[in-house]
């Protein structure tokens, strides 16, 4: 039988064709929970091919389902690619479900690749500091903004304003309001993501320090330890 799963945070739709196309179910399963993908398994009474769609927290579903004995495969359906549903003219979780089943006994779906549990776990240490990274590029591009409206503002000659001898100089300097309230927050939250960047660092050294992988990308001109390892991670 084939299985397509339109996939929810709080529950999720799930549509079963036997090996003919004729619909053996239809409905849902709450909350997500292992064993109502199980008890449903079990009630077809049959070895089953299940598709779901790459969407956000896919990884959580996937587990559950690798669990269950009657499936035989899993597969993964890149949601850009597999292009009939994302351009049905009447798209509901009953019909992605449907389709879902359908491409996948026709063998049509567009793979997408599953990422082995321990890319998975790496992935989320180098995306939350990418994160961390991502906002202080934003507030300091707007600190910059916000210091090139003051009129006749002269700044330090040093070549990283948010290096030492910068930052000192923008902690000293004062700002009519607004300005000096929003500088004084923009620095105030620097301060606080420095910490959380360094601490993922130390954790990412400490996470690919022996990985053969890591160091054989970074034989590469340019390529330093965190670009490697979202490289590796990333193509696993």
């Given at each position: 039988m084939y299985a397509g799963i339109d996939y929810h945070k709080r529950y999720s739709v799930v549509?079963?064709?036997d090996a003919e196309g004729r619909k053996v179910f239809q409905g849902r399963v709450e909350g997500n929970r292992k064993e109502g993908f199980e008890a449903l398994f079990a009630s077809l009474a049959a070895r089953c091919r299940v598709v779901l769609e790459a969407s956000m927290n896919w990884h959580y579903l996937y587990e559950i389902l690798e669990e269950i004995?009657?499936?035989?495969?899993?597969?993964?359906?890149?949601?850009?690619?597999?292009?009939?549903?994302?351009?049905?003219?009447?798209?509901?979780?009953?019909?992605?479900a449907k389709m879902l089943a359908r491409l996948?006994?026709?063998?049509?779906?567009?793979r997408a690749h599953v990422s082995s549990k321990e890319a998975r776990r790496r992935?989320?240490?180098?995306?939350q500091r990418t994160c961390w990274v991502?906002?202080?590029?934003?507030?300091?591009?707007?600190?910059?903004?916000?210091?090139?409206?003051?009129h006749d503002l002269e700044l330090p000659q040093c070549s990283d304003l948010?290096?030492?001898k910068g930052m000192s100089f923008l902690s000293k300097l004062e700002l009519a309001d607004p300005a000096g309230l929003l500088l004084a927050q923009n620095l105030e939250a620097l301060q606080e993501l420095a910490p959380k960047i360094k601490e993922d660092e130390k954790a990412l050294r400490e996470e690919f320090k022996e990985d053969r992988d890591i160091q054989l990308l970074q034989s590469i001109p340019g390529i330093g330890p965190i670009i490697a390892a979202v490289i590796a991670s990333e193509i696993d």
């Open positions: 549509h079963v064709i004995e009657c499936i035989d495969e899993i597969v993964l359906a890149h949601p850009y690619k597999t292009r009939i549903i994302a351009e049905a003219q009447v798209k509901t979780d009953k019909v992605d996948l006994r026709g063998g049509l779906i567009a992935k989320e240490l180098l995306r991502k906002m202080r590029t934003r507030i300091r591009n707007r600190t910059h903004r916000l210091l090139g409206w003051q948010f290096g030492r």
